[in-house]
């Protein structure tokens, strides 16, 4: 379902007052200011989904070989350490975990705000999934509380943010509960992804369940949770149910990439690996995803191999293939991503082709590639999946099918393709041009050099056990 957005940056605050208005809405009259939570659910959904949206872009996209990056490219050099355009995504994960822990908090205070805790422990536990994946070992027990929590707070392990209580897995089982208990007639207000609709947050709770346990199944045994999930198919099914909101094609609400000065736009070009497995699947999503070259004779596309060392390479822009129109010209046709019935059909079928559930892993897997061409509003070629993308391609093996039409649909929520290829290895991502890495890509981001200043004895126990904070140093699930 398409929902246009429309976001203020302006915070309205309930004043400290005496009035009979607020005693109506038992609000404490002498407490101190504080941000509705509606308000703030609505900025904790727009700003995470817009700037992880942008990075997803500018960095994601980089790591994961959908584009390449022309210039102010240290990053696609995988020198991570050295964020440019894009690439330090570590506070927009604490900004927004520690809005919405407020949310939380409310929720659980105020009678009249209940309704806010099931989808504030959904976000939470989507968020805090994003960044331990990323990462590794991670503040956060001790992490989101600003106010009356440490400013220095400890890091844990990644086994148990995602197992222990309050961790991700336990808050989605606990949100889900949380929205079953609501009896109130109090209405979700500030909700951008689902307009409100209660039961739309337990389904997308309930995908990002069946992503999780997939994510850890190599270090954990999930298949009765899967099994319990599928069989009573309360999940995203249908794009209609997307967690996602819809850009604009016109300012604040506009994809960034359409605000920036053109430059910045042109600096991403189509990188080699997507245009060699897009050409060899013959899939017609590049018209959608790229423009043919602008020196092409007969609209061709042309992509860049990822990490040139630009000081001393030469690139002519006209040869090389720049973003569809959907990222800039027409941002309204794009969303930021949540989660998708397309991404929860590819991990149904991996989840079928492993055997942690009992279904026909290939009907999913034709299911997720109709469904992504449906997002991605191209039409599905009759002959599409009877070609190089049949699940049983001669050379190819069905989870390397299954999880390369999900890195390709991907695009945009490129941290996610990099995160799959991390855990698969698939697609077979091609070595960089000129690497600042050892020609090694990396499997983690690095933690940023403030947490060295400001966190600092627990840091260094977090970068110890990293290798010095290395790129290279696996995180709990890839071990």
């Not at 609000?27 to 941000?35: D, E, I, Y």
């Not at 355009?85 to 939380?104: H, K, M, Q, S, V």
């Not at 790229?290 to 990490?307: A, Y």
């Not at 997720?368 to 993308?389: C, D, H, K, M, R």
Request: hydrophobic share 40%.
């Amino acid at each position: 379902m398409k929902k246009i957005i429309y976001i203020f940056a302006i915070f309205s605050f309930i004043t400290t007052s005496c009035t009979k208005d607020f005693e109506e809405i038992n609000t404490n009259p002498n407490a101190p200011a504080a941000v509705q939570p509606s308000l703030l659910l609505r900025q904790v959904i727009y700003d995470f989904g817009e700037q992880m949206s942008y990075e997803g872009f500018v960095a994601g996209d980089l790591l994961a070989q959908h584009r390449t990056a022309l210039d102010f490219n240290l990053f696609d050099r995988h020198d991570l350490k050295s964020p440019q355009l894009g690439g330090n995504p570590w506070a927009i994960f604490y900004t927004n975990l520690r809005d919405n822990e407020i949310i939380l908090k409310q929720s659980r205070e105020t009678a009249a705000f209940a309704v806010y805790e099931g989808p504030a422990l959904i976000l939470k536990a989507y968020m805090a999934a994003g960044l331990t994946d990323l990462f590794g070992d991670v503040p956060y027990f001790e992490a989101f509380d600003g106010v009356d929590g440490t400013a220095t707070p400890s890091y844990d392990l990644q086994s148990a943010i995602y197992q222990n209580e309050n961790g991700i897995l336990d808050n989605l089982d606990k949100g889900i509960a949380a929205i079953n208990n609501y009896s109130s007639s109090i209405p979700l207000q500030g909700d951008i992804l689902f307009e409100g609709d209660l039961q739309a947050w337990i389904k997308f709770a309930n995908s990002l369940k069946i992503k999780y346990l997939i994510r850890i199944s190599d270090k954990v045994d999930v298949s009765n949770q899967l099994h319990t999930i599928f069989n009573t198919g309360n999940y995203i099914k249908n794009n209609n149910e997307n967690a996602v909101f819809d850009f604009t094609n016109s300012e604040p609400n506009s994809f960034r990439l359409a605000q920036l000065r053109i430059g910045d736009f042109n600096n991403f070009v189509l990188s080699e690996t997507m245009e060699e497995i897009l050409l060899n699947l013959n899939d017609d999503r590049i018209s959608t995803f790229f423009r043919p070259f602008t020196n092409s004779t007969s609209s061709e596309f042309n992509g860049l191999i990822n990490g040139i060392n630009s000081s001393t390479t030469s690139i002519v822009l006209s040869d090389y293939s720049l973003a569809g129109i959907a990222f800039r010209e027409d941002t309204s046709t794009l969303d930021a991503n949540f989660m998708t019935a397309w991404e929860t059909s590819f991990l149904l079928a991996e989840a079928a082709q492993k055997g942690l559930i009992t279904a026909n892993a290939e009907t999913l897997y034709s299911i997720g590639v109709t469904q992504a061409f449906e997002y991605w509003n191209t039409i599905l070629p009759a002959n599409y999946l009877s070609g190089n993308a049949n699940f049983n391609a001669v050379g190819k093996t069905p989870l390397e099918q299954i999880i390369t039409q999900k890195w390709i649909a991907s695009i945009i929520n490129g941290y996610e393709g990099w995160i799959e290829y991390r855990r698969t290895g698939f697609p077979n991502l091609k070595a960089v041009s000129a690497s600042l890495n050892n020609g090694l890509i990396p499997v983690r981001m690095p933690y940023p050099a403030e947490e060295a200043t400001l966190n600092q004895v627990n840091y260094a126990v977090a970068a110890s056990a990293t290798n010095g904070n290395s790129l290279n140093a696996k995180v709990w699930w890839n071990e």
